[in-house]
């Protein structure tokens, strides 16, 4: 089993006080030592804060490699865009001049993108420095979702991808997710969000590995350190 640390707080702006200190510490520390650094973003309202406190802190940007850990297939001006918000939130001030990777192409499906987005992370810097996932209550990260064919696929432990295309029930848009494997091939991951819910998610995630939670498969390796960052 993988080094869980686990960060639970009384107040959500400590909590991104402290993991905006920590992912800079960690990023700047990268710079030092191969003069670029990278890291995968997760979407939602969530991390929305804590992009605005990245953006205003002294850091060499230009050295810094941003992607998200998946993308719904809109257009990045679409509302429901992980590219748009962490354009409009991070990507902004003193970091307006960090490098950012598109999980999205012009191809009308991410099955027939995929292949161009996996060359867009060509000159991605690897392994990836951290990884910022959130869950959701069914645990799932990234657009790896329980019961989705697409999703096992890109959870299998001898795909070689990057990133893999996910299509789900009908109703809901498709979408590109970076794989176990490349989500794995990082530093560091922290898994941020919020909730009693999701801490019994989380919880229960711990006690064993199953394919109906997508994150113990995180929690259920021996590669990469997961440190939890948490608050009611």
């Known amino acids: 089993m993988t080094n869980i640390t686990e960060n639970k707080f009384e107040s959500r702006d400590q909590l991104v006080t402290d993991l905006c200190g920590e992912v800079l510490r960690n990023l ?84 027939l993108g995929q292949e161009d987005t996996e060359k867009n992370f060509a000159n991605f810097p690897l392994p990836i420095d951290i990884v910022l996932l959130g869950m959701g209550e069914d645990g799932h990260v990234a657009s790896l979702f329980p019961n989705v064919e697409d999703s096992q696929k890109a959870m299998a432990k001898e795909i070689n991808d990057l990133c893999h295309a996910v299509k789900r029930e009908e109703g809901d848009v498709d979408r590109m997710t970076i794989t176990l494997n490349g989500l794995l091939n990082s530093k560091r991951i922290f898994l941020f969000f919020y909730g009693q819910k999701k801490l019994e998610v989380f919880n229960t995630a711990k006690t064993a590995k199953a394919d109906q939670l997508p994150v113990s498969y995180l929690l259920h390796q021996a590669e990469v350190p997961i440190s939890l960052y948490w608050a009611e």
């Open 28 to 111: 700047s520390q990268s710079i030092n030592e191969r003069q670029k650094a990278s890291m995968l973003l997760s979407g939602g309202s969530t991390p929305g804060p804590l992009y605005d406190l990245m953006s205003n802190q002294d850091m060499e940007w230009h050295n810094v490699w941003f992607s998200a850990t998946d993308e719904r297939w809109v257009e990045t001006d679409h509302q429901d865009s992980n590219e748009r918000l962490i354009r409009a939130k991070l990507l902004q001030n003193k970091a307006a001049s960090a490098n950012y990777v598109s999980l999205k192409s012009d191809h009308s499906t991410p099955h």
